[in-house]
C-alpha cells in the first residue's frame, strides 16, 4: 500500500516562502516519476512541476524561476520550495508519483496541503 503525505503548507505573505514537503511510505517503482499539482476553488487541478527518477525537472510557466522541485530517494521524500510567492499560488497542492510497469498504469495521491498567500 503506498501512501504519500504532505506537509508544510501554511498562511504566507506575498513575497514570501515555503518549502512543501511529500513523504512517501510503501514500494514504489523506482523509475517512478514524482509531480506536484494544485487545486485553486473554482478551478481544475493543475501541475505544477515533476521530477523524473533521473533527476530531470520541470515546470508550469507560472512557476518558472520561483518554485524549485527536488526528491531525496533515500528518504522517499520529494520537496517544493516555493519562494517570491503570489496571491494566485493560493491553492490546495498535492503530491502525486506515477509510473508503467508491464503495461500498468500505477498511479498514486496525497491528501493535499494547503497553501494560503496573502496580506
Known amino acids: 500500500q503506498v501512501q504519500l503525505v504532505e506537509s508544510g503548507g501554511g498562511l504566507v505573505q506575498p513575497g514570501g516562502s515555503l518549502r512543501l514537503s511529500c513523504a512517501v511510505s510503501?514500494?514504489?517503482?523506482?523509475?517512478?516519476?514524482m509531480r506536484w499539482y494544485r487545486q485553486a476553488p473554482g478551478n481544475q487541478r493543475g501541475l505544477v512541476a515533476v521530477?523524473?527518477?533521473?533527476?530531470?525537472?520541470h515546470y508550469a510557466d507560472s512557476v518558472k524561476g520561483r518554485f524549485t522541485i527536488s526528491r531525496d530517494n533515500a528518504k522517499n521524500t520529494m520537496y517544493l520550495q516555493m519562494n517570491s510567492l503570489k496571491p494566485d499560488d493560493t491553492a490546495v497542492y498535492y503530491c502525486?508519483?506515477?509510473?508503467?510497469?508491464?503495461?500498468?498504469?500505477?498511479?498514486?495521491w496525497g491528501q493535499g496541503t494547503q497553501v494560503t498567500v496573502s496580506s
Open positions: 521530477i523524473t527518477s533521473g533527476g530531470s525537472t
Open positions: 502525486n508519483v506515477y509510473w508503467v510497469r508491464r503495461g500498468i498504469d500505477y498511479e498514486y
Open positions: 510503501g514500494s514504489i517503482f523506482s523509475g517512478a516519476a
